[in-house]
């Protein structure tokens, strides 16, 4: 009966160590995946607050609103899908 549980006891260690070896060889290096940037429906989906299919300068938040003048093609004052698809993807940030 003692020898069944040491078994059973090396058997689970070696499993355990057997998928921890796998999950790990499977995470991106860094620790981090590159992500691709949000498309145009996420972005509206997360921002438009008030589903009116435009965002004003209210609504958005992080580095778009850093260059909500040059999306803003048509000066407005609000973003639409349209001006947002033309608009320049950003680069992907340099590491040191």
């Known amino acids: 009966m003692k020898k069944m549980i040491v078994k059973s006891a090396v058997l689970t260690a070696m499993v355990t ?7 790990n060889a499977q995470q991106p290096q860094g620790g981090q ?10 972005i509206f989906g997360q921002m438009d607050k008030d589903e009116d299919g435009k965002l004003s300068k209210k609504e958005i938040k992080g580095p778009l609103k850093n260059d909500f003048a040059k ?3 048509d000066e407005d004052g609000y973003i639409t899908k349209e001006e947002l698809e033309k608009a320049p993807k950003p680069k992907g940030r340099k590491r040191d």
């Open 33 to 42: 995946g590159q992500k691709e940037p949000p498309s145009v429906d996420e």
């Open 71 to 73: 999306i803003d093609t």
């Open 17 to 23: 160590v057997f998928f921890s070896a796998n999950v």
